[in-house]
């Protein structure tokens, strides 16, 4: 099993940035991609960027050149950077991880965290 926890979210106006935090603990070693989603109220969850094992990355295309998502191994930790944010990024933001090497493949699910962005 893995456990991840989110911390960062919050409230930010329009143009403004916000750092999100996932932390794994558990069964760490199974893990191949994390990755970040969101919901915003009355729609489906979406995916919103992803990264593997190795490093890669990729991203909606409704986010990227704003979002950045990393990791920090020693902390077994992953990080989304979003700057230049827009009220349509508000939403409930949740960390995922699979065992797959895919951007796309969840198997483990956080808790969430609420981005509010006003205009």
């Known amino acids: 099993q893995v456990q991840l926890v989110e911390s960062g979210g919050g409230m930010v106006q329009a143009g403004g940035s916000l750092r999100l935090s996932c932390a794994a603990s558990g069964s760490i070693r199974s893990i191949n991609a994390m990755g970040w989603y969101r919901q915003a109220p009355g729609k489906q969850r979406e995916w919103v960027a992803g990264i593997t094992k190795d490093f890669n990355t990729n991203y909606a295309s409704s986010v990227k050149g704003r979002f950045t998502i990393s990791r920090d191994i020693a902390k077994n930790t992953v990080y989304l950077q979003m700057s230049s944010l827009k009220p349509e990024d508000t939403a409930v933001y949740y960390c995922?991880?699979?065992?797959?090497?895919?951007?796309?493949?969840?198997?483990?699910w956080g808790q969430g965290t609420q981005v509010t962005v006003s205009s």
């Open positions: 995922s991880a699979a065992s797959l090497p895919s951007f796309y493949s969840t198997d483990y």
